[in-house]
């Protein structure tokens, strides 16, 4: 019998507040061809300044568009903080053994039946303690997160299984995602490992995958998926085993070289061949699976390493058979699909969407790659939009004049203003300001009254509340609400309005003593006492 982990339990225990009763990600219809990349329009100047603003507020679509990206940021907050102390919760979740080390041998197929279908060896390891700690584990305390990552799993079970294959990597190394992130491509590790396959920057550059401020391409499903089997690939030629590959994704190749080296002699025969993963030098493929149950016995690699490969087999066994296990059979989803465009210049998603008719959640679900809901400066870029929609955006976006593919606001710099200074106030980086700004001295000086171009994408607090005024007639609030809780975008004046008071009246009655607000703050919206 496995002891409790009241500490584990807490974590759920937030995880479930965080996000009760979570889901699938929105899916993608059947696949079609891919849609041809649109010819580039010609370049214009941008527009700026009043007129630009007050165009942009009178697109009623502008509107549906912001709303729909609250929504899906706060659910896709509430989702990936409760995945977050889930594989928390998986990180500590342990048994307390005192008497180390304990025999890892497992009974094999005439313990535990396993009757499916494999292509790593499941059967001979499947009653291992520890194995059967963490079927424990994922059927009790982890229950509730584990049944929304098997939801998740149909959607990108085919995809990741074709690029597994490609790379000479056992398909059901699909399964190794699921104890990564969830199957999250939102994913941030405590130690900033990022994206469905948790890459730190150094190994997902290593293996192609572009990081800087606009994109963060381990969070591409399709490209990380791509670098984690040839990353996978590259490991298991080294050590000639997938489950000492798996350790040494988890723990690094040179921890795993090192234990192999302490094991005794005959099991492994190092030679001089540097590896580019460390400078430890390669193994030679000599080794099996077994390999890795032997270092499991010894004291050289971590507990969190040495459990790294029986939660991936519970994982498994469980995502594989979930009916066996208690768990609902997972959805009938379509596949991760997608036609796409390429766009030639920085260009916004929001602009995408609604060119395309798409909703913004389905392009920022389709993107994630793109953090900043924009891609690159200077440079072409991919977009990816629902099925069916590939050529008639190529079409729209073709007759799209360059000034029309991200919203821009100007500045004119007052005394005592800074980039820094000014780049904060719009919710945009410095660097993004002297991207739209080439004149900008390198020295960073502005002189008042000088004129600058912000990228605001159309997400500024200036320009939400002028979408937001376009709002009333299609979405009013609801007069008989007391309390208000503060978005991204309001301000006081446009709130009173909304709910039919004054800018001064919210301020006596909340003890205010200025304008500004805070995201998340609430304010009551009558005095004590008064009717609805």
Partial sequence: MHRSLPSVLSLLFLASVACSGGGAPAVAPTPVAQAAPASPAPAQAPESGPSARAELASLPAAAAVLDADREAQGIVAADSAADAAALAALELATPDTSDEPQSSHGG???DLDVVASWDIDVSTYASHERV??????????????????LTRLPRY???????????????????????????????VSRARATGMWQFMKGTGRMYGLQVNSYLDERRDPVKSTAAAARHLNDLQQ?????????AAYNAGAGKVSRGLRGLPAGSVAPSETVDPLDDLGDEESVNNDAEFFRLYDTKYLRRETKDYVPKLIAAAL?????????????PAVPPFAYDSIVVPTQTGLDVIARLSGATFADLRDLNPQY??????????AVVRVPVGMGDSLAVAFAGLPASKRIAYQEHVVRSGETISGIAKRYHVSTGEVRDANPRIPRSGMIRVGQRLIIPTNGFTAETRAAIAATQSSARAPSRSATTYTVRRGDTLSGIA???????????RINGLSSDRLKVGQKLRLKASGTKA
């Fill in 108 to 110: 094999g197929a005439d």
């Fill in 132 to 149: 059967q700690y963490y079927l424990d584990f994922f059927q009790g305390p982890g229950r509730e997160r584990m049944a929304i990552w």
């Fill in 238 to 246: 080294r050590f000639g085993s997938i489950y000492l590959a798996a």
């Fill in 497 to 507: 309005k909304r709910y039919g008071t004054s800018a001064s009246t919210l301020k």
């Fill in 318 to 330: 469980i995502a594989k058979e979930p009916t066996r296990y208690g768990f609902a059979e997972p």
């Fill in 157 to 187: 079970e085919g995809m990741i299984r074709e690029q597994m294959q490609a790379n000479g990597v056992p398909e059901d190394m699909v399964y190794l995602a699921l104890i990564e992130s969830g199957y999250s491509n939102t994913a």
């Fill in 371 to 380: 953090i900043r809901m924009v891609t690159p400066p200077g440079r072409s």
